[in-house]
C-alpha cells in the first residue's frame, strides 16, 4: 500500500524546493514518483512557430519527484509524519498519522 495518495498535502524533505509544501497533483505509473503542485518546477523554453500557432517562451512545469523525498502532513496536526496503518471496526484499512494517531484518509 502507497503512503502517498493524489490530494495529499506533503512537505518537500530533500531538493531545490526543500521545506516547501504542495498538493500531490497525481501519482506517476510504478508508485514511486508524484507531481506535487509548485514542486520542482522545470522552465521549458519553447521557440516561436508561428505555422502552427505558438508563441514561444518559457513555460513551467512540474516535474516528478521521489516520494521517499516527500513526507505526509497530518491534516489533523499539521505536522509532517511518519504514515501508520490501521484497521477500523468495518475491516477498512486507513492511513494513521504517527504523530497524533489522526486519520490520515478522510
Ligand atoms: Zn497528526
Do not use: W
Not at 522552465?43 to 512540474?62: L, M
Amino acid at each position: 500500500m502507497l503512503h502517498i495518495k493524489k490530494n495529499d498535502e506533503v512537505l518537500v524533505l530533500t531538493g531545490r524546493d526543500r521545506g516547501k509544501k504542495g498538493k500531490v497533483l497525481r501519482l506517476y505509473p510504478g508508485g514511486d514518483r508524484a507531481v506535487v503542485e509548485k514542486i520542482n518546477m522545470l522552465r521549458k523554453h519553447t521557440r516561436p512557430n508561428p505555422q502552427k500557432n505558438i508563441k514561444g517562451g518559457v513555460v513551467e512545469k512540474e516535474s516528478p519527484i521521489y516520494l521517499s523525498n516527500l513526507m505526509v502532513i497530518c491534516r489533523e496536526c499539521d505536522k509532517p509524519t511518519r504514515v501508520g496503518h490501521a484497521f477500523l471496526s468495518d475491516g477498512q484499512k486507513v492511513r494513521i498519522c504517527k504523530k497524533c494517531g489522526g486519520t490520515l484518509d478522510k
